[in-house]
């Protein structure tokens, strides 16, 4: 099981702050929360963007390892706040070149798909930023490797995954993948590290009410092509239910990896408070369920994993925490 360097409480949490507004809870599988940290992406090494729903903010972190022989804890340090222009945010993602920042918005009126440049210096993301699409049910997105695509899903009815390309304008639509698993929504969508195959998580919709649909999750492995931005519509393989550790999936990110080691896909869970682990063959086209990666968590939400391979970070709608784990393999 992989290794928790720090649990990180956002700065002025709204669930510990006493002018806050009273917000609505959301239920996923008979538990309430609300909506707090919500996205995370690594960019630039080990530097990160963090969106909070509820908090209404995009911050961008220096996350230092530690364990060196002064040993110094794992830390992350606040560089910049963005919520100009950011309304209820569900997820972000920075392109790999590094020079783009996009978020989903939601539940408001100015929700929408944004893309902000970042700093070269500062690497501060510019406020208000352009729209990509408006709407209203945006959840996961990614960028492809080479940063010449955006991925993203709605959640909707029925819902759907898009992909634009963003070295066309005006945010030329490469492809569009209709929900055929209502009601299941696909909630996010990642990149494998070579840009050959996508990963997609569904599951049912949080609700605002008592209850919540009941359907178990799934998560699906389809081909990409890179020259042309589309993801195939029918899928290499697929996994769905409890049997297999898929109760509410939310987020999945691919991990690293080297030419002919298994593809590993990570996915968080809100039902079961963990992390799990799958493995894809695209020989056999099969995929695995191989371990619960981290457990203890709080209604986990967000995910990515750093570029070397190195570390995880997670983001938990549910104490409002940014964690960072240790990969282990």
Known sequence: MAEVLLSHLSERSVLHDPGAPRFETFVARGRKRLATC???????????????????????????PGGDAA????????????????????????????????????????SRVSLHPIDESSLAPGPVGETVRPGRTFHGLRFSPDSRHLAFTDIGWPGHVEVVRLDSGPW????????????????????????????????????QGEVQGTSDGMLSVHRFDASTGVIAGDALAELRGAGVRLLNPEMCTFLPGSPGDPYCVLVTDQAADVVTEY???????????????????????????????????????????????????
């Open 38 to 64: 919500s996205g995370v992406s690594w960019f630039r090494g080990y530097h990160l963007a963090v969106v909070n729903l509820y908090g209404g903010h995009v911050r961008i972190y220096r996350f230092h």
């Open 71 to 110: 040993g110094e804890p794992a830390r992350v340090e606040l560089l910049h706040e963005l919520s100009e222009g950011i309304s209820y945010p569900e997820d972000v993602a920075v392109s790999p070149d590094g020079k783009w920042l996009a978020v989903t918005h939601s539940m408001s009126e100015s």
């Open 172 to 207: 030329e639509r490469t492809c569009w993948l209709e929900n055929r698993h209502a009601p299941l929504k696909p909630k996010s969508v990642t990149f494998s590290h070579d840009a050959r195959f996508v990963a997609i998580a569904r599951a049912p919709n949080a609700s």
């Open 279 to 329: 493995e894809f063959d695209p020989a056999e086209r099969t995929l695995a369920f191989t371990r619960v990666f981290v457990d203890g968590l709080s209604f986990p939400h967000g995910l990515d994993a750093s570029a070397d391979g190195r570390f995880v970070a997670i983001t938990n709608y549910g104490d409002d925490t940014l964690r960072v784990c240790r990969i282990s393999r």
